[in-house]
C-alpha cells in the first residue's frame, strides 16, 4: 500500500535553512505529482508546493516563493523541500502528501508529517 | 487567488444526527473541489473529490454535492468514529483549503 514517510523536521533558528525529505513506497513513485502541506500548531492545512512526476513543473504558495524549492529523485523514490531563510511563521508539521495525477491534482495518501520549529 | 470559506467553524452534533458542512469558493471551480477528515495529531484523509465522488472505503453516510462556488459535505448518520475536523480544498487554479470545520460532541 502507498506509504510516505517524512523526516528532516527539528528546531532550526531564524533565517538558517533545513530540508526535508519524504521516502514513498508502495507505488510508482515517478508517475505522480507530490505536495507538500503544512500545518502550524492549532491552525489548520496550508498547501506549499508541488512538484509533477517528472520535476518538469513546480509550484508554490506566496508565503514560501522563493525562499522554498522542491525537488525529487525518481530513482530513489524521495521527494524533498529545501526551506532556506526560515521564519517563525514556517513553524508547522509539514506532510508529504501524493497527488491522485502525474501533474497537479487532489492529494489522496498523506504521510504522518515532521515537525518543523523556528526559533532562536 | 482563490479563497475557500467553510461553515460553520464549530458545529456540535449528537450520533445520529445528520450533518451539513459548506464550503464557498470566491470564484467557480467547477467541480475540482475535494473533501479530507482529520482527527488530531493525525494526517488527513480523502473522503470526497471532484465535488461528489466518494474515495474507495470511505462510508457511504459520506456525500458530497455542488459545483461551482458552493459546496456541502453530508453525514447522514453521525457516527462516533466522525467527531474530527473536515477541510474542503479546491484545485482547479492551484490549490488553497478552507479554514476547516470542527465537529464536536453535543
Known amino acids: 500500500q502507498v506509504h510516505l514517510v517524512e523526516s528532516g523536521g527539528g528546531v532550526v533558528q531564524p533565517g538558517r535553512s533545513l530540508r526535508l525529505s519524504c521516502a514513498a513506497s508502495?507505488?510508482?513513485?515517478?508517475?505522480?505529482?507530490m505536495h507538500w502541506v503544512r500545518q502550524a500548531p492549532g491552525k489548520g492545512l496550508e498547501w506549499v508546493a508541488l512538484?509533477?512526476?517528472?520535476?518538469?513543473?513546480?509550484y508554490f504558495a506566496d508565503s514560501v516563493k522563493g525562499r522554498f524549492t522542491i525537488s525529487r529523485d525518481n530513482s530513489n523514490n524521495t521527494l524533498y523541500l529545501q526551506m532556506n531563510s526560515l521564519r517563525a511563521e514556517d513553524s508547522a508539521v509539514y506532510y508529504c502528501a501524493r497527488s491522485n495525477y502525474g501533474s497537479g491534482s487532489y492529494i489522496d495518501y498523506w504521510g504522518q508529517g515532521t515537525l518543523v520549529t523556528v526559533s532562536s | 487567488d482563490i479563497q475557500m470559506t467553510q461553515s460553520p467553524s464549530t458545529l456540535s452534533a449528537s450520533v445520529g444526527d445528520r450533518v451539513t458542512i459548506t464550503c464557498r469558493a470566491s470564484q467557480s471551480i467547477s467541480s475540482w473541489l475535494a473533501w479530507y477528515q482529520q482527527k488530531p495529531g493525525k494526517a488527513p484523509k480523502l473522503l470526497i473529490y471532484k465535488a461528489s465522488s466518494l474515495q474507495n472505503g470511505v462510508p457511504s453516510r459520506f456525500s458530497g454535492s455542488g459545483s461551482g462556488t458552493e459546496f456541502t459535505l453530508t453525514i447522514s448518520s453521525l457516527q462516533p468514529d466522525d467527531f474530527a475536523t473536515y477541510y474542503c480544498?479546491?484545485?482547479?487554479?492551484?490549490?488553497?483549503f478552507g479554514q476547516g470545520t470542527k465537529v464536536e460532541i453535543k
Open positions: 512538484i509533477w512526476y517528472d520535476g518538469g513543473n513546480k
Open positions: 508502495g507505488f510508482m513513485f515517478s508517475g505522480y505529482g
Open positions: 480544498q479546491q484545485y482547479n487554479s492551484y490549490w488553497t
